[in-house]
């Protein structure tokens, strides 16, 4: 196995770059794509090396390009589709929902959707209330797609080839506040699926389960709390959709005990549905009442001390994990 | 008007309004991209700067109790609306004096005593929104006109289209203010829309529109005073392309790379402040020490509003959650 | 609100270990009530309160050992309100620069909903199951869990200090009440026996004791442990639990060791992989434990992780045990006493020998009768072969 310096924007620029060159049938599409190189950068460069027809610049049109994707998935080719965010995601809320989700079905089997949409999510730059949601968690309440939340640089740079393999649409949901992680890409693609949750870190006394932009946090108050005795399992969800219950299952029954973290909104989120499955999944293995850490019930405010109040941080998980962890008595 | 000494002293008045109005952006920009560099500004900044001429001369010709649906380039909006610029500072800033409490930031500017309502930063958004606040003044019987400021890159969005048909087909009173600065983020006019002619498409609604060179304050301001008082006459929506360019890049983190640099300076060349001074000076208007009696009113109200920003309190965390929703009824 | 310290029990005692709270948050004490028992020097006393209310919180953990004076609880007195939640201090208000650092956490769970309802002593789902296995009395346990309540870990080590001097008889019957009345409701009992030819064992056993001092010497019960652990090798669907619906085998052998208690009672440690040992290591593990069940000094995992148990009731000199299954387990292997009976040899002679009555109680909803009758055909096969136990 190699490793290689790299960055988590890299990664899945690596990603791209290997996708486009393997299957003339990929394109890549969106908003700023082409010229400018992505907003987040992460196309930088493609343009010229696979040109205007395969690297689209697309018009502000979220729920018609998005809607061409769908077409041109059905027509044959298997596009990506970038949003630039998740927030402007909602504009093309239909055509995910109503159509790409739905077609295999209410074609009853005929049709399908190999379609990849990749898009930004996530607070942490004091970009507001309309730049810094995490709604993730709306898609990964449809049946019909499969929904990803790459947090390490081996899944920016190897969900992709095995989201392009799937037969129906997948989202990629990057969080913003990783474009800039660094690290070493050891990572062989083989060892990557889009189907199970990974432990990032083992423990005995407490699960600490997330995704995304959550998990460096997490793990940060992971170690926080190993220098208190407290051994935190930190689980990765890595597939929003469908969740892998066993993995919860499993971590839940090995510590008997668990935080959710997660930076979207508490009521209605994925956490609340963590919380669900953790009590149906492992109700009498529970040693303490599992508690959440999510984001204030509030649109994202600008200032820096208000949206750091506002969201999951370090400090906040492990206060979570301290109040419910094993005491060694 | 018939004693020219008059048309002469008025019209010389209004055109230092329109340049100081113009300066005041200028700078009060230029100052935030220092302070945005200093990490005082944080988030995303947009700046106006080469825009100028169009917000104010656009808020010259409407009344107080008319709306005013901005953008998230929303500085020059709320500073020619009449925001004072101590509260729009301190919006910059995140504090709670800000115009918007602090909570929105560059972006989301707002004010509900001069009916500015924002500061909408996803593309396209706020044309239903003016839309809307049209319905609510005819249903009303109220003589107000909505402006609504949108950039080229929000035409190629549906909202422009369902929100022209709508105004179109209920003549709403609503002037539609299309700041054309030919780019969509990093992509051109030309490669993001079949037909560039944006004037073109409102017209295919039967919307009356036409296209003007936003670059020039008093061209502007004659089109949108004829405009606004067609509409307060109830003759349904007016849509005005005002062809512009901004001199900055996109945003603070954009490397301009699209924009040929040749392509920038030639318009600087035509900016509105830019081409404004001279012709005053030419028709003997205004002097040297006039621009610096200006600028330097200009800097003094800028410092004020600096030194107000940064003296103001960060809001307390315990009151995070304010403003999410009405307090229950008892 | 007042506070209930470590009492002074006599001039010379300076300190002492709690180690059973009688009393849990929430309860209500009268003057006089016995709230705890405290071990000092001179042994385990009850101690009592002075003073009438309600339990508030309790201040020390078990096995902690505190000076004398040291608060051991709060008492709410009669009449007055209950403490209000203490918030958090709120930070205060911020200025220039940006306050980030000195933020409070948001509080990190749900507001508490007040109801009209009763408030339940608060136990985990995984203690109040273990509680059930274990046949632990929830109002004995003291809580260390958060919100107060009772985990897992405090109903095991509840279960393991439940010493004879210090539980009073009437809870370890009820405790056995429970587990045995559940076994019965809720296990399909079947029921094998037959009688072993115990001479090659008794005789094997002689032999090897005769050189031995009597602190050494290995008895039967040994061998018949032994023998249970080897022959489950083989048979899986007897050593496991019973749990959500569903037997649960388990890889390990535990097997656990039915102990009639002096002061009445019973219970059944567990002999951690009597299989992987020799028979002297074995004999010394099972003196051991026998000896710490008496004294009362098991471990929490002696007394939860049994996957089978033996019963033997030779000393009482009954020839047959119809022996209840200890839930979650799914047998329980009984012995009788060695009696002497005619016993048809193989060549067909008729010749008085030593026996005893081997005995399976096995949950129907694992295993069947016919894998019963190999499971104690094999018992008994081990045991006609000692030396290679």
Known sequence: MTAAKA??????????????????????????????????????????????????DTPLSESAFVGAGIGAALGGMRPI???????????????IVNTAAALRHMSGGQFHVPLVIRMATGAGRQLAAQHSHSLEAWYAHVPGLRVLAPATLQDARYMLPQALRREDPVLIFEHAQLYNMEGELTAEAAEIDIRSAAVRRPGRDLSLITYGGSLPKTLRAAE?????????EVLDLRVLRPLDDRALAESVRRTRRAVVVDEGWRSGSLAAELMARIVELAFYELDAPPVRVCTQELPIPYPKHLEDAALPQAETIAAAARAIAKRHV | MTDPSLEALLSRSHALELLHGMLRIRRFEEKCAELYGQLKIRGFLHLYIGEEAIAVAAMAALEKSDAVVSTYRDHGHALARGISMNAVMAEMYGKRTGCSGGRGGSMHLFDAASRFYGGNAIVG??????????????????????ACFFGDGAVAEGEFHESMNLAALWRLPVLFLCENNYYAMGTALERAQSETDISAKARSYRIPAEAVDGMDVTAVEQAVRQAVAAVRAGAGPHFLELRTYRFR??????????????????????????TLVPSLQQAGLVDDEEIDRLERAVAEEIAAAVAFAEQAEWEPVEQLLRDVCAPEPQ | MSEFRMPSLGADMDKATLVQWLVKPGDTVARGDLVAAVETDKGVFDI?????????????????TVLVGTVLAIVRGAGEPAAAAVPEAPAAPAASPLPAATLPPPAPAIAPVPTTLQPRAKVTPAGRKRALELGVSLDKVSATGAD??????????AAAQARPGRTPGADMRSVIAASMSRSKREIPHYYLGTTVDMKPAIDWLAARNRERPITERLLLGVLLVKAVALALRDMPEFNGWWTEGAFRPSDRIHVGVAVSLRRGGLIAPALHDPGGMDLDTLMRAFNDLMARARG?????????????????????????IYPIIHPPQVAIVGFGSTVTRPWVAPEGAIEARPCVHASLAADHRVSDGHRGALFLAAIAGLLQQPEHL
């Open chain 1, 7 to 56: 960055t988590y924007r890299g990664a899945l620029r690596e990603a791209l770059r290997e996708a486009l060159l393997a299957d003339p049938r990929v394109f890549l599409m969106g908003e700023d794509v082409g010229r400018y190189g992505g907003s987040y950068a992460v196309s930088m460069g493609l343009l010229e090396e696979f040109g205007p027809e395969r690297i689209r």
């Open chain 1, 81 to 95: 589709v970038e949003i630039m965010t998740v927030n402007f995601s909602l504009l093309a809320l239909d055509q």
């Open chain 1, 224 to 232: 926080m709390l190993a220098s208190e005795g407290i051994e935190a």
């Open chain 2, 125 to 146: 958004g706020g044309l239903p929104l003016a839309v809307g606040l049209g319905l609510a003044d005819k249903m009303q019987g109220r003589s107000n006109v909505t």
């Open chain 2, 249 to 274: 890049a996109h945003s603070m983190f954009d490397a301009d790379l699209y924009r040929d640099k040749d392509e920038v300076e030639a318009w600087k060349k035509k900016g509105p402040i830019e």
């Open chain 3, 48 to 64: 009592e309160i002075f003073e009438s209310g309600t339990i508030e919180a309790l201040k020390v953990g078990l096995d902690e």
């Open chain 3, 148 to 157: 107060g309540a009772v985990t897992l870990a405090d109903v095991e080590r």
């Open chain 3, 296 to 320: 009362g000094h098991l471990r929490a995992s002696e007394i939860a992780d049994a996957t089978i148990t033996v019963t033997s009731l030779g000393e009482r000199g009954v020839e047959s």
